[in-house]
């Protein structure tokens, strides 16, 4: 399974940005999709993830204002960033795993496939 993860870039606060995760190997619809990420000098953290149902659970921090979806046919996950603030600057990750449950969802290591992340960068 390979994931390209891609969208990323330098944003003003306020503004958006849309990642992709083109998938090959495993198709999206029949997995679960996540996003985490990783800000300067701190641990990785769940941001997004939707299972294969189409069940959907975002962190506190990103509630409202992101939004996690896929394309089956262009087997590709998204995260659609609003109203970016400073604080989620960091590098995005996707994960994909046809066996992660709908509790699991927010788990990094319940996912077996990782892209390499994208930078997103916002200044204030």
């Known amino acids: 399974v390979q994931l390209q993860a891609s969208g990323g870039g330098l944003v003003q606060a306020g503004g958006s940005l849309r990642l992709s995760c083109a998938a090959s190997g495993r198709r999206i619809s029949t997995s679960a999709v996540a996003w985490f990420r990783q800000a300067p000098g701190k641990g990785r953290t769940f941001v997004a993830g939707?299972?294969?149902?189409?069940?959907?659970t975002y962190s506190d921090s990103v509630k409202g204002r992101f939004t996690i979806s896929r394309d089956s046919a262009a087997n590709t996950g998204y995260l659609q960033m609003n109203s970016l603030r400073p604080e989620d600057t960091a590098v995005y990750y996707c994960a994909v795993d046809p066996s992660v449950i709908l509790s699991n969802l927010a788990s990094q290591t319940a996912y077996k496939s990782w892209g390499r992340g994208t930078q997103v960068t916002v200044s204030s």
């Open positions: 939707m299972h294969r149902s189409g069940g959907v």
